[in-house]
């Protein structure tokens, strides 16, 4: 294996030098065979006694430096200075036939970074990364993968003291918006030299092919970012979503997925939900998400401001979000109704209306997201309201009556020209089974007891949420009255 470190070479001011810290009688908790295979890594990574000791910390691969790097940003809209890799480590990017992947531990111990933190991770967090990592990648939603979890019996304390674990995580790269951040405050005569370091580096190695949309090579980042921050909103928004702590120093500068942690796929679709439970506010509420980002990408702005020197030029690629966002949206949305785009301006704005109208009486009585629009793909090929597949999408709502309404308004646009192709399309778009936080509790309250098969299963059914899976179909009911109990927190 060919190992590099491309963000090591930009020198100490980016990373410094953070072993990984033993733990006693490693174990595999799971892996990820299948990404193993796609990333062309050597297969006996996760098989073998050496491949257990690289990924819960006990040793490293000649060629593997591992590294810690420094970031700052914005904690619940304030400023919180220097963060960085507190519990992540990089163990260098290995070189495949299938490209460059940078691959991380989480949860290996402390580092130059962690503040007063242990540097570890638990099991329960590791797991619902682990699994939402792939549920996402499952899904086609960009996001970091994970390439394996592996725990030990070292005792971890946080409410309670809890078991340790360590999850390997990997992406083309972990860059996030509070990386420039930090670099552009520094004291002056420090900063404009390495955030310039830092957006050459970003652009040359990771965006070598982004679009030029204008001959600042500065506003293109600013640009690209912004448009693929707008597409990630827009898929997450779509499939219920809720990543629970989109503090800048979460945010990718890759556009991927990043940090799981009070994470949610909403059950009862609510615009107000709040999956973390220490977002008192809920500023990172379910139907805030969007202008979160776009929140974000300002303060990333404002980092590039002084490579990009002209303000017109900064709000103008910023300024993209917004058409981006609400294009994206509404085209996931729609087919999600299985609608096409509509070309006439009146039918679009009539499709719009249908969609919003819709989204606010699922609201009422949080009727349940993924439950829905999987049950209303079954239903609208069938042309009789008295289908049974129309009857199981209105026993989500309480009240018939308006539900009823709705429906004969969207047959009545189905029957004018809904297209074979959009109605299929509904299966690819509206899963049929997401990590709902019940799910990811039995598996994690089983693999404490030592039994990890519920991970695995899980895993498993993740890798294609848009199928069937008859057999598996106790996976998508709705969730039982206890996961309403279910508090995750930033504690992790
Ligand atoms: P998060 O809220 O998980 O994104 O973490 C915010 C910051 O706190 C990051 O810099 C993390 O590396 C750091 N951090 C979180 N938990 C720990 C921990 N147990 N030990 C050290 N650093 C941590
Ligand atoms: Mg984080």
Redesign the pocket.
């Known amino acids: 294996m060919r190992w590099i470190n491309r963000y090591a070479e930009l020198g100490p001011q980016f990373s410094v030098e953070a072993l990984p810290s033993p733990v006693p009688k490693p174990q595999w908790v799971a892996r990820n065979h299948g990404l193993c295979q796609e990333m062309g890594l050597p297969s006996d990574w996760l098989k073998h006694e050496e491949g257990l000791a690289v990924f819960s910390g006990n040793g490293l691969w000649d060629g593997m430096q591992s590294r810690a790097s420094v970031?700052s940003?914005h904690?619940f809209g304030q400023w919180a200075g220097q963060?960085?890799?507190?519990?992540?480590l990089c163990l260098g990017e290995c070189q495949t036939s299938q490209g460059s992947f940078e691959i991380q531990l989480k949860?290996a111990g402390?580092?130059p970074?962690?503040?007063?933190?242990?540097?570890?991770?638990v099991l329960r967090s590791s797991i619902r990364e682990y699994l939402c990592s792939e549920a996402m990648a499952g899904l086609g939603i960009p996001t970091t993968r994970a390439l394996c979890l592996t725990t030990s019996p070292l005792p971890v304390a946080r409410e309670e003291v809890e078991t340790a674990a360590i999850v390997t995580r990997t992406a083309q790269s972990f860059l996030r918006f509070g990386h420039f951040e930090h670099f552009a405050n520094l004291p002056e005569g420090q900063s404009h030299e390495a955030l310039q370091q830092l957006a050459d580096f970003c652009i040359t190695q990771h965006m070598s092919t982004m679009p030029d949309f204008s001959a600042n090579p500065y506003a293109n980042l600013l640009h690209e970012v912004t448009q693929r921050t707008a597409h990630l909103m827009a898929r997450w928004q779509a499939v219920g979503f809720c990543h629970g702590?989109m503090?800048t120093?979460?945010m990718s500068i890759l556009g991927l997925t990043l940090?799981y942690?009070p994470f949610q796929f909403m059950d009862g679709f609510n615009p107000q939900h709040i999956c973390n439970h220490s977002d008192h506010q809920g500023r990172y509420a379910y139907g805030r998400q969007p202008q979160v980002a776009y929140w974000n990408l300002f303060c990333f702005a404002q980092a590039l401001m002084p490579l990009i020197e002209e303000q017109d030029l900064a709000m103008k690629a910023l300024e993209t979000f917004k058409s981006t966002f609400a294009q994206a949206w509404q085209s996931g949305f729609l087919a999600k109704l299985g609608l096409d785009h509509a070309e006439e301006q009146s039918q679009r704005e009539a499709d719009l209306a249908l969609l919003n109208d819709l989204l606010q009486l699922m609201a009422q009585t949080h009727v349940d997201f993924t439950a829905f629009w999987r049950r209303l793909s079954h239903a609208a090929p069938e042309s009789s309201a008295a289908h049974p597949a129309w009857q199981q999408v209105a026993e989500l709502f309480i009240d018939q009556n308006t539900w009823h309404a709705w429906q004969s308004r969207y047959m009545r646009r189905l029957g004018q020209d809904a297209t074979q192709q959009a109605l299929h399309t509904m299966m690819q778009v509206n899963p049929k089974y997401v990590l709902r936080n019940h799910l990811a509790e039995a598996a994690i309250q089983q693999s404490k007891m030592g039994d990890h098969s519920e991970v695995e299963t899980l895993f498993q059914l993740l890798q294609s949420p848009y199928a069937e899976h008859p057999e598996m179909s106790r996976y998508a009911e709705l969730p039982p009255a206890w996961a309403s109990d279910i508090e995750i927190s930033?504690s992790?």
């Open positions: 970031y940003g904690q963060l960085g890799d507190g519990r992540a949860g402390p580092t970074f962690s503040r007063r933190g242990d540097g570890r991770a702590v503090n120093d979460n940090d942690g930033c992790s």
